[in-house]
C-alpha cells in the first residue's frame, strides 16, 4: 500500500460546515496530525491514530506527517478552515520542497474548506462584495516592517481587508498599530467587524466603527474585517444586527 498524506480543511467549527469530501478524507485516514485543538474536532474511532501536537512549528508537523506516509500510512493533517489560508498546506509542500526527495513522489491532495474570512462575512450579510484582501497580522513568520508596508498599499488600493491572527499574548500590539494605520486613510466612521468564534457555540460578532474599534482588544479567535470607504451597513429593527455589505461597483475616478 502507497501512502498519502491530505490536508484537510475543518471549516470554522460548525461541522455542518464540514465539506462532503474532507469528510470522507477523514473517514479514509489511518493517522491524524495537527495543532490539538483541531484534532480534538475529528471524532475518535477505531484505526485512526492521532498525534495532537501543541508545536507551534508547523514545518515539523508536516515532516511528521511526511514520514509517515513515506512509510506506507494514510495520513491526514488537519487545519481550521481551510488548510491553505495561513496553515498546514504550505507547510506540507516546504517540508517537501527541502527534504527528502521521495516525499516528492508521494501523493498530496489537499481538500479545502471554508475559510474564517467567509464564514464571518456570511454572517454579516456582503461586507466582501466588492475586491477584498486577506493578510496575516502575525508577525511570527514575516517582519512587522513588511506587515505594515503591505497594509498601508492596501489601505491606499481601498480594499476590504480580512485580518486574519490579529493578535495573541506574544503580539498584544500588532492590531492597534493597523488599526492606527488604517485611521490615516479611512473615515472614523469606516465599519470594522470583530467576529470572534464564527460558527462555534461561543460565537460573538461586533460591527464597530474605525474610531471605536481603535480602543477595542481581541483574541486568538476572532478575525478583524476592515471595511472599504464604501462598505456601508443597513440598519434594522431594534436589537437586529445590522447588514453590513460593499457594493460590487465603483465609480469611475
Ligand atoms: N486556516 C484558517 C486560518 C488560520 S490562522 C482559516 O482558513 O480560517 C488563525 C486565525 O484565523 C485566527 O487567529 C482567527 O483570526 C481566524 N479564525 C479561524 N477560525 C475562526 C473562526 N471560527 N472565527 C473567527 N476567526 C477565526
Same mark, same amino acid.
Given at each position: 500500500?502507497?501512502?498519502?498524506?491530505?490536508?484537510?480543511?475543518?471549516?470554522?467549527?460548525?461541522?455542518?460546515?464540514?465539506?462532503?469530501?474532507?469528510?470522507?478524507?477523514?473517514? !479514509?485516514?489511518?493517522?491524524?496530525?495537527?495543532?490539538i485543538p483541531y484534532v480534538a474536532r475529528v471524532p475518535e474511532r477505531a484505526g485512526l491514530t492521532r498525534h495532537a501536537s501543541d508545536n507551534r512549528v508547523e514545518v515539523d508537523r508536516a515532516r511528521h506527517a511526511l514520514e509517515l506516509a513515506a512509510s506506507g500510512r494514510r495520513v491526514a493533517v488537519v487545519s481550521g478552515g481551510d488548510p491553505g489560508v495561513f496553515a498546514m498546506a504550505a507547510a506540507v509542500f516546504e517540508a517537501v520542497e527541502?527534504?527528502? +526527495?521521495?516525499?516528492?513522489? #508521494?501523493?498530496?491532495?489537499?481538500?479545502?474548506?471554508?475559510?474564517?474570512?467567509?464564514?464571518? =462575512?456570511?454572517?454579516?450579510?456582503?461586507? #466582501?462584495?466588492?475586491?477584498?484582501?486577506?493578510?496575516?497580522?502575525?508577525?511570527?513568520?514575516?517582519?512587522?516592517?513588511?506587515?505594515?508596508?503591505?497594509?498601508? !498599499?492596501?489601505?491606499?488600493?481601498?480594499?476590504?481587508?480580512?485580518?486574519?491572527?490579529?493578535?495573541?499574548?506574544?503580539?498584544?500590539?500588532?492590531?492597534?498599530? =493597523?488599526?492606527?494605520? !488604517?485611521?490615516?486613510?479611512?473615515?472614523?466612521?469606516?465599519?470594522?467587524?470583530?467576529?470572534? =468564534?464564527?460558527?462555534? +457555540?461561543?460565537?460573538?460578532?461586533?460591527?464597530?466603527?474605525?474610531?471605536?474599534?481603535?480602543?477595542?482588544?481581541?483574541?486568538?479567535?476572532?478575525?478583524?474585517?476592515?471595511?472599504?470607504?464604501?462598505?456601508? #451597513?443597513?440598519?434594522? $429593527?431594534? $436589537?437586529?444586527?445590522?447588514?453590513?455589505?460593499?457594493?460590487?461597483?465603483?465609480?469611475?475616478?
Amino acid at each position: 500500500m502507497t501512502g498519502c498524506v491530505t490536508i484537510i480543511g475543518l471549516g470554522p467549527g460548525d461541522p455542518r460546515l464540514l465539506t462532503q469530501a474532507a469528510s470522507e478524507a477523514l473517514a !479514509a485516514a489511518q493517522d491524524l496530525i495537527g495543532y490539538i485543538p483541531y484534532v480534538a474536532r475529528v471524532p475518535e474511532r477505531a484505526g485512526l491514530t492521532r498525534h495532537a501536537s501543541d508545536n507551534r512549528v508547523e514545518v515539523d508537523r508536516a515532516r511528521h506527517a511526511l514520514e509517515l506516509a513515506a512509510s506506507g500510512r494514510r495520513v491526514a493533517v488537519v487545519s481550521g478552515g481551510d488548510p491553505g489560508v495561513f496553515a498546514m498546506a504550505a507547510a506540507v509542500f516546504e517540508a517537501v520542497e527541502a527534504g527528502d +526527495p521521495a516525499w516528492a513522489r #508521494l501523493t498530496i491532495t489537499v481538500e479545502p474548506g471554508i475559510t474564517a474570512m467567509l464564514a464571518a =462575512a456570511a454572517k454579516l450579510g456582503a461586507p #466582501l462584495g466588492g475586491d477584498f484582501c486577506a493578510m496575516s497580522l502575525s508577525d511570527n513568520l514575516k517582519p512587522w516592517d513588511v506587515i505594515l508596508a503591505r497594509l498601508e !498599499a492596501v489601505l491606499r488600493a481601498d480594499f476590504v481587508i480580512s485580518l486574519y491572527n490579529p493578535i495573541s499574548s506574544a503580539r498584544p500590539w500588532q492590531l492597534g498599530k =493597523a488599526l492606527g494605520l !488604517a485611521a490615516e486613510f479611512r473615515s472614523g466612521d469606516t465599519p470594522v467587524i470583530f467576529a470572534r =468564534a464564527v460558527s462555534r +457555540p461561543d460565537e460573538a460578532i461586533r460591527i464597530l466603527t474605525l474610531d471605536r474599534a481603535r480602543e477595542t482588544t481581541a483574541d486568538m479567535a476572532t478575525m478583524v474585517i476592515i471595511g472599504a470607504s464604501a462598505t456601508r #451597513l443597513i440598519t434594522r $429593527g431594534p $436589537g437586529d444586527q445590522p447588514y453590513v455589505y460593499t457594493p460590487r461597483s465603483v465609480s469611475p475616478a
